[in-house]
Every structure is written in structure tokens, then in C-alpha cells.
């Protein structure tokens, strides 16, 4: 037959007009730093990947008759965008295809990658670590005017192992 007693709601004193606009400007500051790199990161996203220089995988089963399924080779070129010049690590065997069939290499932790979509493209980065469970990367970009930014969740197929 009694209310549960009690005051207010959510505790703590009431904020200063003051406090509130700082607070407020905090929040908006943040904000505009999560729309920069938003912005950044769709300005820089494409739907080619390829660059000179790094490690795939050729997953196209029908490539030199399955004997090249899932083999690792180095892009030597880059044809309109698309399409890979590269050569297979073990025989050198040096081939054309679409980048439809590759996919990215993730090398060891500590290891050179190139970004290849989104923020930070084309740039060089350690890899400082390998989120399984997300499916994604950490990063530490290490060369250019970015040198030194840390990118964390960057997926997988964003980065590849380079030729060093």
C-alpha cells in the first residue's frame, strides 16, 4: 500500500547553463570528426582495389585448369582498373585476370600491407593485429602525411600483403 519512494529520475544535479554548452560543444566537435572521416572514408572507397606491388589470391577455379586455384602471385600491372597483370609466386607463371577472381592476402602481424579502399588509400601500414572474430584488421599507417594513424576495423579485403 506504499509507492516506491525515491526523487527524481537519473540522479545527479542538474547541469549549469555553462556546463551545458560546453558539453554540447563537445559533442558536436566529436560529431564532426566522425562525419570528416565518414566523409573521407566514402570519397575514398571505389570498386577497383588492384595495385601494383601486392599479394593475391586467385580464387577462380577454371584458372589454368584448377592448377592455380587458391595459388598466391604478385600484381605486376594493372589494366583499366579491373584487371591484374601478375605472376604466380611459385613458377612465376605470369598471367591476366579480373580482380573478380582475387581476393586479398593478410599477412602476419608486423607485417607490410597497402590499403587499398577507403581511408588511407594507396598508402603503406603495419598490420598490428588480426580481429578474427570481426573480420578485420588494425593498422598503423607508415609512410606519407598520414604516417603514424592507427585504423582499427579495417576489413579485410581493404588491405593486402605487399611485395617487399
Known sequence: SSSSG??????GR??????ALMHQNEQQKASKQTSDLA???????????LHPGIVVKIMNKKVGGGKYYKAKASVERVVERYVAILRTLDGGVKMQIDQDDLETVIPRVGSNVLILNGRCRGS??????????????SLRVTEGSRRGVVLDG????????VID
Open 6 to 11: 525515491g526523487g527524481g529520475g537519473g540522479g
Open 14 to 19: 542538474k547541469m549549469s547553463a555553462m556546463e
Open 39 to 49: 566523409a573521407e572514408e566514402k570519397s575514398s572507397r571505389k570498386d577497383y582495389w
Open 124 to 137: 603503406r601500414a603495419e598490420l598490428t593485429a588480426i580481429n578474427v572474430d570481426d573480420f578485420n584488421v
Open 154 to 161: 579495417v576489413e579485410y579485403e581493404d588491405v593486402s600483403k
